[in-house]
Protein backbone atom coordinates (compact mmCIF):
# COMPACT_ATOMS: atom_id res chain seq x y z
CA UNK A 1 0.00 0.00 0.00
CA UNK A 2 1.44 3.28 -0.85
CA UNK A 3 1.53 6.76 -0.21
CA UNK A 4 2.06 9.87 -2.39
CA UNK A 5 4.63 12.56 -2.93
CA UNK A 6 4.68 15.34 -4.63
CA UNK A 7 7.04 15.30 -7.92
CA UNK A 8 8.05 19.23 -7.07
CA UNK A 9 10.32 18.04 -3.74
CA UNK A 10 12.32 15.97 -6.44
CA UNK A 11 12.64 18.59 -9.61
CA UNK A 12 15.95 19.65 -7.98
CA UNK A 13 17.64 16.47 -7.85
CA UNK A 14 17.26 16.22 -3.44
CA UNK A 15 19.38 13.20 -2.61
CA UNK A 16 17.67 12.96 0.88
CA UNK A 17 14.11 13.20 -0.47
CA UNK A 18 14.87 10.52 -2.85
CA UNK A 19 16.74 8.27 -0.40
CA UNK A 20 13.93 9.21 2.13
CA UNK A 21 12.78 5.26 3.14
CA UNK A 22 8.62 4.02 3.22
CA UNK A 23 6.86 3.72 5.97
CA UNK A 24 7.45 1.38 8.27
CA UNK A 25 5.77 -2.11 7.61
CA UNK A 26 6.02 -4.59 4.73
CA UNK A 27 4.46 -3.37 1.64
CA UNK A 28 4.89 0.17 1.23
CA UNK A 29 6.02 2.26 -1.01
CA UNK A 30 5.72 5.71 -2.97
CA UNK A 31 3.69 7.19 -6.05
CA UNK A 32 4.68 10.35 -7.50
CA UNK A 33 1.99 13.13 -7.91
CA UNK A 34 2.56 15.92 -10.69
CA UNK A 35 1.84 19.06 -8.30
CA UNK A 36 1.53 22.58 -10.07
CA UNK A 37 4.65 23.18 -9.20
CA UNK A 38 6.06 20.33 -11.54
CA UNK A 39 3.66 20.75 -14.02
CA UNK A 40 5.10 24.24 -14.79
CA UNK A 41 8.66 23.66 -14.61
CA UNK A 42 7.77 20.06 -16.94
CA UNK A 43 6.12 22.31 -19.71
CA UNK A 44 8.09 21.49 -22.83
CA UNK A 45 5.14 22.04 -25.77
CA UNK A 46 4.18 25.28 -27.27
CA UNK A 47 6.00 27.38 -25.08
CA UNK A 48 3.81 26.28 -22.14
CA UNK A 49 1.17 26.23 -24.16
CA UNK A 50 0.50 22.70 -23.94
CA UNK A 51 0.80 21.85 -19.77
CA UNK A 52 -0.56 18.44 -20.12
CA UNK A 53 2.91 17.35 -22.66
CA UNK A 54 5.31 17.19 -20.18
CA UNK A 55 8.85 15.58 -20.86
CA UNK A 56 11.05 13.92 -18.24
CA UNK A 57 14.29 13.84 -17.99
CA UNK A 58 15.61 12.75 -14.34
CA UNK A 59 14.28 10.02 -12.04
CA UNK A 60 11.65 9.49 -10.10
CA UNK A 61 8.48 8.69 -12.62
CA UNK A 62 5.18 10.13 -11.88
CA UNK A 63 2.44 7.86 -11.33
CA UNK A 64 -0.70 10.44 -12.08
CA UNK A 65 -0.17 10.47 -15.78
CA UNK A 66 -0.38 8.33 -18.87
CA UNK A 67 3.53 7.24 -19.70
CA UNK A 68 4.61 7.31 -23.40
CA UNK A 69 8.10 5.83 -23.68
CA UNK A 70 9.56 6.88 -27.54
CA UNK A 71 12.24 5.18 -29.13
CA UNK A 72 14.38 6.82 -32.00
CA UNK A 73 15.94 3.61 -34.50
CA UNK A 74 18.07 3.65 -36.91
CA UNK A 75 18.42 0.53 -39.30
CA UNK A 76 21.18 -1.98 -38.79
CA UNK A 77 24.33 -1.05 -40.96
CA UNK A 78 23.90 -4.36 -42.98
CA UNK A 79 19.97 -3.38 -43.86
CA UNK A 80 21.00 0.60 -44.92
CA UNK A 81 23.66 -1.28 -47.15
CA UNK A 82 20.96 -3.37 -48.97
CA UNK A 83 18.79 -0.21 -48.93
CA UNK A 84 21.05 1.95 -51.04
CA UNK A 85 22.07 -0.80 -53.34
CA UNK A 86 18.72 -1.29 -53.89
CA UNK A 87 18.08 2.51 -54.59
CA UNK A 88 21.06 2.70 -56.75
CA UNK A 89 19.72 -0.50 -58.90
CA UNK A 90 16.35 1.16 -58.95
CA UNK A 91 17.80 4.14 -60.29
CA UNK A 92 19.54 2.42 -63.06
CA UNK A 93 16.43 0.50 -64.32
CA UNK A 94 13.61 2.92 -63.13
CA UNK A 95 12.34 0.90 -60.84
CA UNK A 96 10.94 2.34 -57.94
CA UNK A 97 12.74 0.49 -54.95
CA UNK A 98 9.96 2.00 -52.35
CA UNK A 99 13.19 3.07 -49.80
CA UNK A 100 15.41 6.31 -49.74
CA UNK A 101 19.21 6.04 -49.22
CA UNK A 102 20.57 6.38 -46.57
CA UNK A 103 19.87 6.31 -42.93
CA UNK A 104 15.63 5.98 -42.01
CA UNK A 105 14.93 7.03 -38.69
CA UNK A 106 11.98 5.55 -36.76
CA UNK A 107 9.59 6.13 -34.02
CA UNK A 108 8.45 3.34 -32.01
CA UNK A 109 6.15 4.45 -29.14
CA UNK A 110 5.21 1.99 -25.85
CA UNK A 111 2.81 3.11 -23.37
CA UNK A 112 3.23 2.07 -19.80
CA UNK A 113 3.34 2.67 -16.08
CA UNK A 114 6.11 2.93 -13.86
CA UNK A 115 5.23 1.43 -10.41
CA UNK A 116 8.23 2.41 -7.80
CA UNK A 117 9.01 -1.38 -6.07
CA UNK A 118 7.50 -2.12 -2.48
CA UNK A 119 9.58 -1.79 0.33
CA UNK A 120 12.22 0.27 -1.55
CA UNK A 121 13.00 4.41 -1.55
CA UNK A 122 12.92 5.88 -4.77
CA UNK A 123 16.68 5.92 -5.15
CA UNK A 124 16.87 2.26 -5.94
CA UNK A 125 15.32 3.52 -9.11
CA UNK A 126 13.44 0.04 -9.47
CA UNK A 127 10.12 0.18 -10.89
CA UNK A 128 7.63 -2.44 -11.81
CA UNK A 129 6.26 -1.45 -15.75
CA UNK A 130 3.03 -1.89 -16.66
CA UNK A 131 1.85 -2.10 -20.37
CA UNK A 132 -1.22 0.21 -20.16
CA UNK A 133 -2.23 -0.14 -24.11
CA UNK A 134 -2.00 -2.95 -26.39
CA UNK A 135 -2.61 -6.63 -26.60
CA UNK A 136 -0.97 -7.04 -23.32
CA UNK A 137 -3.00 -4.42 -21.95
CA UNK A 138 -2.45 -4.84 -17.42
CA UNK A 139 -0.08 -7.03 -17.35
CA UNK A 140 3.75 -6.37 -16.15
CA UNK A 141 6.87 -6.98 -18.57
CA UNK A 142 8.83 -9.20 -17.46
CA UNK A 143 12.40 -9.88 -18.22
CA UNK A 144 13.66 -12.73 -19.95
CA UNK A 145 16.87 -15.09 -18.76
CA UNK A 146 20.52 -16.59 -20.59
CA UNK A 147 18.74 -19.78 -20.90
CA UNK A 148 16.14 -18.08 -23.42
CA UNK A 149 19.01 -16.96 -25.94
CA UNK A 150 19.39 -19.16 -29.02
CA UNK A 151 21.09 -18.43 -31.70
CA UNK A 152 20.05 -16.80 -35.41
CA UNK A 153 22.40 -16.41 -38.47
CA UNK A 154 25.74 -16.64 -36.45
CA UNK A 155 23.79 -14.14 -33.91
CA UNK A 156 22.87 -14.70 -30.47
CA UNK A 157 19.13 -13.44 -30.27
CA UNK A 158 16.92 -12.36 -27.01
CA UNK A 159 13.61 -13.97 -26.90
CA UNK A 160 11.63 -11.74 -25.13
CA UNK A 161 9.18 -13.29 -22.92
CA UNK A 162 5.40 -11.90 -22.58
CA UNK A 163 4.26 -9.61 -19.89
CA UNK A 164 2.52 -11.62 -17.27
CA UNK A 165 0.27 -11.22 -14.26
CA UNK A 166 1.89 -9.65 -11.58
CA UNK A 167 3.55 -11.14 -8.86
CA UNK A 168 5.11 -9.34 -6.35
CA UNK A 169 7.49 -12.06 -5.30
CA UNK A 170 9.08 -12.38 -8.87
CA UNK A 171 12.09 -10.62 -8.70
CA UNK A 172 12.43 -10.67 -13.07
CA UNK A 173 8.84 -8.46 -13.28
CA UNK A 174 11.77 -6.03 -11.93
CA UNK A 175 13.65 -3.06 -13.89
CA UNK A 176 15.91 -0.81 -12.44
CA UNK A 177 15.85 2.30 -14.64
CA UNK A 178 19.49 3.78 -15.27
CA UNK A 179 19.49 7.64 -16.66
CA UNK A 180 22.01 7.90 -19.40
CA UNK A 181 24.91 10.97 -19.53
CA UNK A 182 22.99 12.56 -22.13
CA UNK A 183 20.29 14.83 -21.52
CA UNK A 184 16.24 12.88 -20.97
CA UNK A 185 17.30 9.36 -22.17
CA UNK A 186 17.27 6.22 -20.14
CA UNK A 187 18.06 2.54 -20.69
CA UNK A 188 16.99 0.05 -17.97
CA UNK A 189 18.47 -3.31 -16.38
CA UNK A 190 17.40 -6.31 -15.00
CA UNK A 191 17.08 -6.76 -10.74
CA UNK A 192 17.56 -10.44 -11.66
CA UNK A 193 21.31 -11.52 -11.92
CA UNK A 194 20.64 -14.04 -15.34
CA UNK A 195 17.46 -11.24 -16.43
CA UNK A 196 17.84 -9.58 -19.63
CA UNK A 197 14.77 -6.35 -19.61
CA UNK A 198 12.73 -6.54 -22.91
CA UNK A 199 14.02 -4.81 -26.01
CA UNK A 200 11.65 -1.75 -25.14
CA UNK A 201 13.46 -1.00 -22.29
CA UNK A 202 16.67 -2.72 -22.74
CA UNK A 203 17.74 -0.81 -25.70
CA UNK A 204 19.79 2.84 -24.67
CA UNK A 205 18.02 6.42 -25.11
CA UNK A 206 14.53 5.90 -24.88
CA UNK A 207 12.70 9.17 -23.46
CA UNK A 208 9.65 9.33 -21.40
CA UNK A 209 7.15 12.06 -21.55
CA UNK A 210 3.25 12.39 -20.93
CA UNK A 211 -0.45 12.64 -22.47
CA UNK A 212 -3.32 14.25 -21.55
CA UNK A 213 -4.49 11.36 -19.24
CA UNK A 214 -4.10 11.86 -15.97
CA UNK A 215 -5.03 9.29 -13.37
CA UNK A 216 -7.08 9.92 -10.12
CA UNK A 217 -4.23 9.97 -8.06
CA UNK A 218 -3.92 12.53 -5.67
CA UNK A 219 -1.51 13.72 -3.14
CA UNK A 220 -3.27 12.99 0.22
CA UNK A 221 -2.32 9.74 0.86
CA UNK A 222 -0.32 9.92 4.19
CA UNK A 223 -0.32 6.35 5.27
CA UNK A 224 -1.75 6.35 9.56
CA UNK A 225 -2.33 9.26 11.44
CA UNK A 226 -0.53 7.89 14.69
CA UNK A 227 -1.69 10.42 17.22
CA UNK A 228 -5.65 10.52 15.54
CA UNK A 229 -5.81 6.90 15.80
CA UNK A 230 -4.23 6.31 19.25
CA UNK A 231 -6.75 9.24 20.30
CA UNK A 232 -9.85 6.78 18.86
CA UNK A 233 -13.39 8.62 18.21
CA UNK A 234 -15.30 10.12 20.64
CA UNK A 235 -18.47 8.18 21.91
CA UNK A 236 -20.21 11.20 22.88
CA UNK A 237 -23.81 11.47 24.78
CA UNK A 238 -25.86 10.07 22.19
CA UNK A 239 -26.97 6.89 22.06
CA UNK A 240 -26.60 7.18 18.34
CA UNK A 241 -23.86 5.39 16.25
CA UNK A 242 -20.72 6.99 16.83
CA UNK A 243 -19.24 8.72 14.22
CA UNK A 244 -16.61 7.03 11.88
CA UNK A 245 -13.15 8.34 11.80
CA UNK A 246 -10.60 7.93 9.04
CA UNK A 247 -7.42 7.25 10.42
CA UNK A 248 -5.22 6.17 7.63
CA UNK A 249 -5.20 6.32 3.70
CA UNK A 250 -3.18 4.85 0.73
CA UNK A 251 -3.10 4.18 -2.92
CA UNK A 252 -3.65 0.37 -4.44
CA UNK A 253 -2.25 -0.02 -7.89
CA UNK A 254 -4.43 -2.18 -10.18
CA UNK A 255 -2.18 -4.87 -10.38
CA UNK A 256 -2.31 -5.68 -6.58
CA UNK A 257 -6.08 -6.01 -6.99
CA UNK A 258 -7.31 -9.37 -8.96
CA UNK A 259 -11.00 -9.67 -10.38
CA UNK A 260 -12.78 -12.39 -12.03
CA UNK A 261 -12.38 -12.65 -15.61
CA UNK A 262 -9.25 -10.53 -15.85
CA UNK A 263 -7.33 -12.84 -17.96
CA UNK A 264 -9.77 -11.46 -20.46
CA UNK A 265 -7.71 -8.63 -22.03
CA UNK A 266 -10.93 -6.50 -21.86
CA UNK A 267 -11.39 -6.31 -18.26
CA UNK A 268 -8.23 -5.47 -18.00
CA UNK A 269 -8.21 -2.72 -20.29
CA UNK A 270 -11.36 -1.35 -18.37
CA UNK A 271 -9.33 -1.75 -15.36
CA UNK A 272 -6.61 0.59 -16.34
CA UNK A 273 -9.44 2.69 -17.67
CA UNK A 274 -11.47 3.37 -15.29
CA UNK A 275 -9.35 1.99 -11.92
CA UNK A 276 -5.77 2.70 -12.63
CA UNK A 277 -5.59 2.87 -8.25
CA UNK A 278 -7.75 1.67 -5.69
CA UNK A 279 -8.16 3.99 -2.21
CA UNK A 280 -7.71 1.88 0.63
CA UNK A 281 -9.15 3.82 3.88
CA UNK A 282 -8.66 2.72 7.75
CA UNK A 283 -11.54 4.03 9.87
CA UNK A 284 -12.15 3.47 13.28
CA UNK A 285 -15.81 3.49 15.31
CA UNK A 286 -17.42 2.15 18.61
CA UNK A 287 -19.83 -0.76 17.99
CA UNK A 288 -22.15 -1.14 20.52
CA UNK A 289 -22.62 -5.02 21.20
CA UNK A 290 -25.01 -4.67 24.83
CA UNK A 291 -27.17 -2.14 25.71
CA UNK A 292 -30.00 -2.36 28.40
CA UNK A 293 -32.17 -0.03 30.71
CA UNK A 294 -32.47 0.37 34.51
CA UNK A 295 -35.45 -1.38 34.45
CA UNK A 296 -34.09 -4.43 32.85
CA UNK A 297 -31.82 -4.43 35.77
CA UNK A 298 -34.49 -4.25 38.68
CA UNK A 299 -34.91 -8.14 39.65
CA UNK A 300 -31.60 -9.20 38.48
CA UNK A 301 -29.37 -7.08 40.74
CA UNK A 302 -30.52 -6.81 44.22
CA UNK A 303 -27.60 -3.70 45.05
CA UNK A 304 -28.77 -0.81 46.81
CA UNK A 305 -28.61 2.56 44.79
CA UNK A 306 -26.41 3.77 43.92
CA UNK A 307 -24.37 0.95 43.70
CA UNK A 308 -25.55 -0.80 40.76
CA UNK A 309 -23.80 -3.02 37.98
CA UNK A 310 -24.34 -4.30 34.69
CA UNK A 311 -23.19 -7.66 33.86
CA UNK A 312 -22.65 -7.67 30.14
CA UNK A 313 -22.90 -10.10 27.89
CA UNK A 314 -22.18 -10.36 24.17
CA UNK A 315 -20.85 -12.76 21.16
CA UNK A 316 -18.79 -11.31 18.15
CA UNK A 317 -16.97 -11.81 15.30
CA UNK A 318 -12.98 -10.84 15.49
CA UNK A 319 -13.24 -9.84 11.95
CA UNK A 320 -16.02 -9.61 8.67
CA UNK A 321 -15.13 -8.93 5.40
CA UNK A 322 -17.88 -7.93 3.08
CA UNK A 323 -17.82 -7.66 -0.81
CA UNK A 324 -19.05 -4.11 -1.93
CA UNK A 325 -19.66 -3.08 1.65
CA UNK A 326 -22.58 -5.43 1.84
CA UNK A 327 -21.91 -9.47 0.52
CA UNK A 328 -20.78 -11.74 3.01
CA UNK A 329 -17.08 -13.78 1.26
CA UNK A 330 -15.35 -17.05 1.51
CA UNK A 331 -11.89 -16.38 1.59
CA UNK A 332 -9.36 -18.33 0.01
CA UNK A 333 -5.73 -17.66 -0.38
CA UNK A 334 -4.50 -19.42 -3.72
CA UNK A 335 -0.58 -18.73 -5.66
CA UNK A 336 0.26 -15.25 -3.83
CA UNK A 337 -3.46 -14.13 -3.80
CA UNK A 338 -6.28 -13.94 -0.82
CA UNK A 339 -9.45 -13.89 -2.57
CA UNK A 340 -13.19 -12.94 -1.19
CA UNK A 341 -15.58 -15.11 -2.90
CA UNK A 342 -19.92 -14.43 -2.54
CA UNK A 343 -20.94 -16.47 0.51
CA UNK A 344 -24.10 -16.60 -1.73
CA UNK A 345 -24.28 -17.65 -5.78
CA UNK A 346 -27.10 -14.95 -5.54
CA UNK A 347 -24.39 -12.46 -5.19
CA UNK A 348 -22.22 -13.15 -7.76
CA UNK A 349 -23.61 -11.05 -10.64
CA UNK A 350 -24.02 -7.97 -7.69
CA UNK A 351 -19.99 -8.04 -6.95
CA UNK A 352 -18.51 -11.09 -8.55
CA UNK A 353 -14.95 -12.33 -6.59
CA UNK A 354 -12.19 -10.14 -5.94
CA UNK A 355 -8.49 -10.69 -4.79
CA UNK A 356 -5.61 -8.89 -2.73
CA UNK A 357 -1.95 -9.45 -3.50
CA UNK A 358 -0.75 -11.15 -0.51
CA UNK A 359 1.62 -8.70 0.15
CA UNK A 360 -1.19 -6.41 0.59
CA UNK A 361 -3.00 -8.66 2.98
CA UNK A 362 0.03 -9.01 4.87
CA UNK A 363 0.81 -4.96 5.55
CA UNK A 364 -3.02 -4.36 6.91
CA UNK A 365 -2.38 -7.33 8.81
CA UNK A 366 0.28 -5.78 10.31
CA UNK A 367 -1.00 -2.03 10.68
CA UNK A 368 -3.61 -3.79 12.54
CA UNK A 369 -1.64 -5.60 15.54
CA UNK A 370 0.22 -2.33 15.31
CA UNK A 371 -2.73 -1.03 16.33
CA UNK A 372 -2.93 -3.18 19.60
CA UNK A 373 -5.69 -6.14 17.36
CA UNK A 374 -5.10 -9.34 18.67
CA UNK A 375 -6.00 -12.48 16.29
CA UNK A 376 -7.57 -15.41 17.79
CA UNK A 377 -11.02 -17.41 17.35
CA UNK A 378 -13.34 -16.51 14.70
CA UNK A 379 -16.35 -15.84 17.14
CA UNK A 380 -15.48 -13.95 21.12
CA UNK A 381 -17.57 -14.70 23.58
CA UNK A 382 -17.33 -11.15 25.76
CA UNK A 383 -18.58 -11.57 29.86
CA UNK A 384 -17.71 -8.79 31.93
CA UNK A 385 -18.88 -6.54 34.96
CA UNK A 386 -19.60 -2.70 34.63
CA UNK A 387 -19.98 -0.73 37.77
CA UNK A 388 -21.68 2.73 37.09
CA UNK A 389 -19.39 5.88 38.23
CA UNK A 390 -21.81 7.85 41.05
CA UNK A 391 -19.45 10.86 40.52
CA UNK A 392 -19.80 10.91 37.00
CA UNK A 393 -23.30 10.74 37.25
CA UNK A 394 -23.56 13.65 39.55
CA UNK A 395 -25.80 11.85 42.24
CA UNK A 396 -27.85 10.99 39.00
CA UNK A 397 -29.86 7.44 38.55
CA UNK A 398 -28.99 6.27 35.12
CA UNK A 399 -31.45 5.01 32.81
CA UNK A 400 -29.69 3.65 30.06
CA UNK A 401 -26.35 1.37 29.42
CA UNK A 402 -24.64 1.22 26.57
CA UNK A 403 -21.21 -1.07 25.95
CA UNK A 404 -19.11 -0.63 23.24
CA UNK A 405 -16.37 -2.21 20.99
CA UNK A 406 -13.69 -0.48 18.92
CA UNK A 407 -13.77 -1.17 15.71
CA UNK A 408 -11.19 -0.73 12.51
CA UNK A 409 -12.05 -1.03 9.38
CA UNK A 410 -9.89 -1.39 5.79
CA UNK A 411 -11.73 -0.13 3.03
CA UNK A 412 -10.92 -0.47 -0.24
CA UNK A 413 -12.74 1.69 -3.20
CA UNK A 414 -12.64 1.99 -6.84
CA UNK A 415 -12.41 5.46 -8.32
CA UNK A 416 -16.00 6.11 -9.23
CA UNK A 417 -16.03 6.00 -5.23
CA UNK A 418 -17.88 2.74 -5.22
CA UNK A 419 -16.73 0.52 -2.59
CA UNK A 420 -15.33 -3.08 -3.10
CA UNK A 421 -14.59 -4.31 -0.39
CA UNK A 422 -14.46 -3.92 3.23
CA UNK A 423 -12.76 -5.86 6.26
CA UNK A 424 -13.89 -5.22 10.02
CA UNK A 425 -11.80 -5.73 12.81
CA UNK A 426 -13.08 -5.75 16.52
CA UNK A 427 -10.62 -5.29 19.47
CA UNK A 428 -12.06 -6.92 21.74
CA UNK A 429 -10.13 -5.80 24.56
CA UNK A 430 -11.19 -1.84 23.77
CA UNK A 431 -14.01 -1.59 25.29
CA UNK A 432 -16.05 1.65 26.71
CA UNK A 433 -19.18 1.51 28.68
CA UNK A 434 -21.39 4.64 28.69
CA UNK A 435 -24.26 5.86 31.01
CA UNK A 436 -27.30 7.74 30.77
Given at each position: MYVTRRMSQYLD??????AERPPEGPGSGFLVVVDEAAAERAAVCCCGLCPDVQEFGALPFPQSRQLVLTYRSTPHPAETGVNVV??????????QSGGAPGMKMTMETD??????????PLSSHRYYVVRTDG???GRVS????????????????????PPRPFNHRDVYQQVEVQPLPRGKRFSAGAVAADGIPPEYLRRKGWKVSTESSKYDLTDDAKGVDV????????????????????VGTWNVPFIFVRV????????????VRRCMFFRMTLEQSWKQIYNCTREDTTTTHQLPAPAQVVTVTATVRRSTPLLGGTYPVQEVDADGVKWFRPATTAAVPAVGALGLDMVVWERMIWELERGGWVAGDEVERIERVERCDVDGMQGRQWDKFGCYMLVETFVLTRMDGSVALSYQFCHTDKISAQWE
Open positions: KNPAAMMEVVGQLFNIYVMFIPVVGLKHVACSREEDKTTCCFCTCVNDVPLRRRRPDLGSSPSPSPVVVDDDERRRVRKDL
